[in-house]
């Protein structure tokens, strides 16, 4: 495509963009500051320059914020120092400015002259600041705090000694630097150094943080019109302040203890028909909490899963196979401790959050929607990785067959067809969109799609290929020509489904399906259970839990020929991936579905950034905390004073997702995997890009003892390491954030959607409408995955085998290797 048709395509993206904002065209000369009249063209350039005057202007905003605030509070603070309580400030300042101390490093206030500018900034600053800051020990994430400065790279590291094997969980890793332990010899344990960042945008930041800290006052406390009229004396005061905060602590306490995690989910909904005293709680203060529900299920006795309902019937199928499993691995090898439950498809989703239903082991389809914001319950949920990909295809009548097929519902014959579809399914999803709303007939969930076509109801079944090969339609007295289409409407992964609540139990269903198929590839069997690792991340109680599960059921290859294998064959995408030498192409986006909410389905509960959570907090600080392994040349390096590489482009787009275009991001460096997950622990950094993905870590990483979300992979290097974003794990929709960006980006190119069409791009309403233009926003920027993937790797490793998108025909069931399995 020649320079004019892009930038004509760059011109007509942006104006659409801008539109689905309520905002003038970005070819106005109103629209950009010095921008050109209507008409006129609009290049890249001219867009990097709108994204740094949006930040500039953004940081501006926030340092004449906090230099108003800080002014109120100092008036306040004189006030309360004319009515006579100055003892009382006189003590709480000097406690808080010694936190503060604590908190920050001496040098900061070096930084600065005495009218608060800082020294070089204005010329730019390129020496290195040494600070060593001793790292606390592995704590829960904490909020950021607005006084916390924000303009230096940090460069973290376990800390070794020469000669030493470093900490880190993958010592043996391919990346150069971490070969070489004497590197860090210099390091005392648990250091940081950094080195100041000389971007305008973070200085100016700076700046106002250092003018906020140095002029907010450092106590409060508030008189009433009595205290006034009756002149209490100083001492008093001190009294009833200290009850005042005794009591806040203590409210605090009980409020934290019933919210622990910033960004869990609100906590577990429950009806009011439901006996709490029944669903094994205990209380704090008053306040019933709910059990892990592993620790539930293993007090109560069974495990309760929602299964396909005509393997109730038959007494056998693989969603059955997978709930006598995950009994098998809670249980001591006992795979009989189940429980049954078939509820239609709309109350399936509430009665995992009301803990009537554990796991969900039915053929249900991962997707977008259902991650982030599921319609029904209006709750998150958690799904383990696909075990199965299949996708929508018609069966019926011949013509009509080839009408739905073509999507026609207009000409000749199509006129008639109706096509059968359950309600408030995926496959409903892509049917409606594939024939655009007409020619269809809902289902309901205790409805038979064989017997509404026998009676001709419909001429057309829209369904997936294994449950079609079950539907007997010449017992339902059918006797016309049945055919199959030759070609599937969509890809759907099918997961198993839990909670979004405990990332535990989540941890646990997943492991076990991928035990499953590492122990195909590794050609133990039923009979040859026992030779599969020990693990202890759940309690020693679990150490044999994988061996239990397989014990009961089998490997994959096992489970899949007794029970899809009799009506389906097992081909594609669902053949196991063999190692590195497999050369298929990795790469693929589970669908988003509808990600703009049903009117019809809004209550009072809508999609909103979780408050306090990783989200808001990245927002109201104003910039993204980005941890990168420096020296990678193609993944992060410095390059004429700025971050370069593939890990820089993806943090580059969490930002651009978050702050509405502008690249506001932090950059922090890290030396291995053990020191981004520390970074991670004590909240220096809000993702980590370029970790290798680690089950343990998933689970239960060994030296901050808590588990980290990953992102999919995004890419596969030559000897099995998969590089992924990783987050904390207790900030679940900040995961899901991340987890999406990266598969809006494999989506894009999987639709052949770029810079100059970004507005094809979906709009997203599932984090709230701050973040609805996310994905337009983010392609418009940095492009496609293939386009960042050029623009950063392609003349340092071409892309070729696993790093390709998958064409639908490949196999995508990608097995850990048994080492993914040893506990380190």
């Known amino acids: 495509m020649n320079d004019q048709s892009t930038a004509v395509g760059s011109e007509a993206t942006t104006a659409t963009i801008a539109a689905e904002k309520g905002e003038q065209a970005v070819g106005d000369a109103n629209a950009i500051p010095g921008g050109k009249a209507p008409g006129s063209k609009i290049d890249d350039t001219m867009v990097e320059k709108e994204g740094k005057n949006i930040a500039k202007g953004k940081a501006q905003d926030r340092q004449k914020t906090m230099v108003s605030g800080a002014k109120a509070k100092a008036q306040q603070q004189k006030t309360i120092e004319n009515e006579g309580q100055q003892d009382l400030v006189d003590a709480k300042e000097k406690n808080t400015a010694d936190d503060r101390n604590r908190e920050l490093h001496p040098f900061l206030n070096s930084l600065a002259t005495d009218d608060g500018s800082l020294v070089g900034t204005e010329t730019g600053i390129s020496q290195l600041l040494s600070l060593p800051m001793s790292l606390p020990e592995p704590a829960p994430p904490r909020p950021a705090e607005e006084g916390r400065p924000g303009a230096f790279a940090v460069r973290v590291n376990p800390g070794v000694t020469a000669g030493s094997e470093s900490p880190s969980r993958n010592n043996q890793s391919h990346h150069p630097r971490h070969q070489d332990p004497t590197r860090l010899a210099s390091q005392e344990p648990y250091t940081a150094t950094a080195r100041l960042v000389t971007d305008q945008d973070n200085a100016d930041r700076l700046r106002a943080e250092l003018e906020q800290i140095r002029s907010a006052p450092t106590a409060e406390v508030v008189s009433t019109e009595e205290q006034h009229k009756w002149g209490f004396m100083t001492g008093a005061a001190i009294v009833l302040a200290t009850v005042v905060i005794i009591a806040f602590i203590v409210m605090v306490i009980m409020e934290s203890s019933t919210d622990n995690n910033t960004d869990t989910e609100q906590g577990i909904h429950m009806p009011a028909d439901v006996d709490l005293d029944s669903l094994n709680v205990t209380t704090l203060g008053g306040t019933k909490l709910l059990k892990p529900i ?11 899963c929602w299964v396909n309902g005509n393997e109730i019937d038959q007494g056998h199928g693989l969603s059955l196979e997978l709930c006598s499993a995950l009994s098998a691995a809670i249980f001591n090898g006992d795979p009989n401790k189940t429980s049954y439950s078939v509820v239609a498809f709309q109350d399936s989703w509430a009665n995992l959050d009301n803990l009537t239903i554990d796991v969900v082991t039915a053929h249900i389809t991962f997707n977008m929607r259902r991650d982030v914001y599921e319609q029904y319950s209006e709750r998150p949920k958690s799904f383990s990785v696909p075990w199965y990909f299949t996708g929508v295809l018609f069966a019926g009548q011949p013509d009509m067959v080839d009408c739905a097929q073509k999507g026609d519902t207009l000409t000749g014959v199509c006129r008639d067809l109706v096509v059968c579809v359950y309600e408030a399914t995926t496959t409903n999803d892509v049917v409606q969109a594939h024939l655009d709303g007409s020619g269809i007939h809902l289902l309901h969930s205790s409805d038979s799609p064989v017997t509404a076509f026998a009676e001709g109801t419909c001429n057309v079944i829209a369904a997936e290929p294994q449950e079609l090969s079950k539907y007997p339609v010449r017992d339902a007295g059918y006797t016309g020509e049945f055919v199959k289409g030759p070609k599937l409407l969509s890809m759907e992964p099918l997961a198993m489904v839990t909670t979004g609540g405990d990332p535990q139990w989540t941890d646990f269903v997943n492991s076990v399906l991928q035990a499953f198929f590492t122990a195909e590839l590794e050609g133990i069997t039923q009979q040859t259970a026992s030779l599969f690792p020990k693990v202890d991340w759940f309690g020693e109680e679990y150490q044999d839990m994988y061996h239990h599960a397989i ?10 020929n007794r ?29 988003l579905s509808a990600l703009s909410l049903n009117p019809a389905l809004q209550t009072q509960i809508l999609p909103q950034v979780v408050p306090n959570g990783t989200l808001q907090m990245i927002g109201q600080r104003g910039y993204l905390r980005c941890g990168v392994f420096p020296d990678r040349p193609g993944f992060a390096e410095e390059a004429n004073a700025t971050w370069v590489g593939m890990d820089v482009d993806l943090c580059r787009c969490l930002a651009v997702a978050i702050f509405d275009g502008s690249e506001l991001v932090e950059f922090v460096m890290l030396e291995d995997p053990t020191s981004g997950y520390l970074a991670l622990a004590n909240d220096m950094v809000d993702v980590v890009a370029g970790m290798p993905y680690s089950l343990q870590a998933d689970i239960h990483e ?5 588990g980290y979300g990953f992102s999919p992979v995004y890419f596969y290097g030559e000897e099995g390491e998969m590089l992924t974003l990783v987050t904390n794990q207790d900030a679940s929709q900040w995961s899901d954030f991340v987890r999406w960006i990266i598969n809006g980006l494999i989506y894009a190119e999987e639709s052949s959607i770029g810079k100059v069409d970004a507005s094809r791009m979906p709009s997203v309403d599932l984090f709230g409408p701050t973040y609805s233009l996310m994905f337009k926003l983010m392609v418009l920027k940095l492009g496609n995955y293939g386009d960042i993937y050029e623009a950063n790797l392609a003349g340092l490793i071409p892309r070729q085998g696993h790093n390709l998108l998958n064409d639908g025909s490949t196999p995508l069931i990608n097995p850990l290797s048994i080492d993914q399995f040893h506990s380190n």
Do not use: C, H
């Open 294 to 304: 592993l620790k539930s299920i293993k007090d109560r006795g069974f495990i309760r």
């Open 551 to 560: 014990a009961a059921v089998g490997n994959w290859g096992e489970i899949f």
């Open 702 to 706: 060994p030296v901050t003892m808590r």
């Open 563 to 591: 029970t899809l294998a009799l009506t389906i064959p097992r081909t594609g995408q669902n053949l196991l991936v063999r190692g590195v030498q497999e050369k298929a192409g990795l790469l693929y986006s589970p669908p």
